[in-house]
């Protein structure tokens, strides 16, 4: 799919088998959604434009590059995302936060907004939109929306896992928002659960359920 990127590494993909499996603990699943985080990170991050300064080793002086321009900012949309922006923020610890308080109306299945704060400037920053699970796609659509009426013109949306369903709607609900993700399942239950999927990242995230 055009604007999707899957990332294949090896060590994404041995992550996301640990956070599949329904005997993971809770302490373990948290750790690892932090740690695939941080390579997904990695991965969103790879075209960061850089800038060369001048710098004094202990040996000479020279010229090294560094990331340049405004610092980017993390946009978890609550509560499940909050635990992947702990790991990207262990990779770019000076990044800014926004949080999108979404959830999911169990019936309708459509995104209700409960809070909502960014960074006064994020107009002029990359945003790096971040939720384990990209199901139906509601949820991912209306943050996208709502920081778009906040200014923001340059996102980047980053998941554990998508739905092609999910994802073919965030794609053509935001062309210019490209997605990353470890994985993509193909199906949806009644529920608007990603099958197979890995179940609730909330509720296994903080363990609710
Ligand atoms: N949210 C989740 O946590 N899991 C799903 O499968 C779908 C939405």
């Not at 960061?48 to 710098?55: G, N, S």
């Not at 949309?77 to 308080?101: C, F, K, N, T, Y």
């Not at 980047?156 to 739905?163: E, G, K, N, Y």
Request: aromatic share 4%; net charge negative.
């Amino acid at each position: 799919m055009d604007g999707l990127t899957i990332v294949q590494h090896p060590l994404v993909q041995h992550k996301l088998t640990i956070l599949r499996d329904r005997n993971t603990s809770i302490q373990l699943f948290r750790a690892v959604v932090r740690e695939t985080a941080t390579l997904l990170c990695y991965e969103v991050t790879r075209d960061l434009p850089t800038e060369r300064v001048r710098i004094e080793t202990p040996i000479a002086a020279t010229e090294s590059p560094t990331i340049s321009g405004k610092k980017l900012v993390i946009a978890p949309i609550l509560r499940a995302g909050l635990q992947m922006a702990e790991g990207m923020l262990d990779l770019v610890p000076s990044a800014r936060l926004a949080h999108v308080g979404l959830y999911r109306d169990p019936l309708t299945l459509q995104a209700v907004e409960y809070y909502f704060k960014t960074p006064e400037d994020c107009a002029e920053r990359l945003v790096i939109v971040v939720d384990p699970m990209l199901a139906t796609g509601c949820t991912a659509i209306a943050a996208l929306d709502r920081l778009k009426e906040a200014g923001v013109c340059d996102m980047r949306f980053v998941c554990l896992l998508a739905s092609r369903p999910g994802a073919e709607a965030v794609r053509a609900a935001h062309p210019d928002v490209p997605i990353w993700a470890a994985a993509v399942d193909q199906e949806l239950n009644d529920h608007g659960y990603i099958v197979p999927g890995l179940g609730d990242a909330g509720d296994r995230t903080y363990g609710t359920r």
